[in-house]
């Protein structure tokens, strides 16, 4: 396990301040000893939190071409039958992921091929499990194309609390399955896009680890 190259500019902010305050709670105390330590272990839980939100486990993957693995850490939230707006323009099977503040936030390749499209969308921060987060909410859009199955599409939308979404996709790029292509700062979801012919391996309210659970399969 190590920490992710997004928390870097947060953990040196988060240190900085967590250790400037433990200097001055007791470099000049004004305040009860009892009350300082106190104080002082909820700054050293709150430091810890942050670290351990950044975490990357190692997750060794060695790819299945006939199955769609989960991007995300986090619960199943929806499983249904809608319509596909902003790329397909047709019928798709719809599996959102929902991510805790305390899950990875760390966003992985659900199939292997070439990203035939990727778009960022600006937008609103409403919560992750609200319906129109997935139209309205800020958010990126990847679509990989698999040699064999065809296209698949994932989208990383941030919610109340995510405020940043990053997402390392670009046209014409390489997709590896089991890879890193995103990061998401707390709260959020991620949902994808699965042909009709795609047969489901997930529940509603399962919880689903990244880069591991397999999704969907495919029929040929």
């Known amino acids: 396990m190590h920490l992710h190259r997004e928390g870097t500019p947060t953990l040196l902010l988060g240190t900085a301040v967590v250790f400037g305050l433990l200097f001055a709670l007791w470099n000049w105390p004004v305040l009860p000893n009892a009350l300082i330590i106190l104080i002082s272990a909820l700054l050293l839980i709150v430091l810890g939190i942050l670290f351990w939100f950044f975490r990357v486990p190692a997750r ?56 035939s499209y990727y778009r960022y969308h600006p937008g609103k921060y409403l919560v992750a ?43 014409g790029g390489p997709a590896q399955q089991g890879t890193e292509f995103g990061f998401i700062k707390f709260g959020s979801r991620v949902d994808l896009f699965l042909p009709l012919t795609a047969k489901v391996d997930v529940t509603i309210g399962e919880a689903v680890t990244g880069c591991s659970t397999v999704v969907a399969r495919f029929n040929a």
Not at 89 to 114: A, C, E
Not at 146 to 153: I, R, Y
Request: hydrophobic letters at 35%.
């Open 129 to 171: 499990w609200h319906p129109k987060s997935s139209t309205e909410n800020e958010r990126s859009t990847v679509v990989v194309k698999h040699p064999v199955h065809g296209e698949v599409l994932f989208r990383q939308i941030a919610g109340a609390l995510a405020r940043r979404i990053c997402t390392y996709s670009h046209e």
């Open 60 to 115: 060794p993957f060695k790819g299945d071409d006939r199955c769609v693995v989960a991007p995300a850490d986090g619960k199943v939230v929806a499983i249904e039958e809608v319509h596909e707006p902003e790329y397909f323009k047709d019928r798709r099977i719809q599996v959102s992921i929902f991510m805790s503040p305390l899950n990875v936030h760390v966003n992985w390749y659900p199939i292997g091929g070439t990203t």
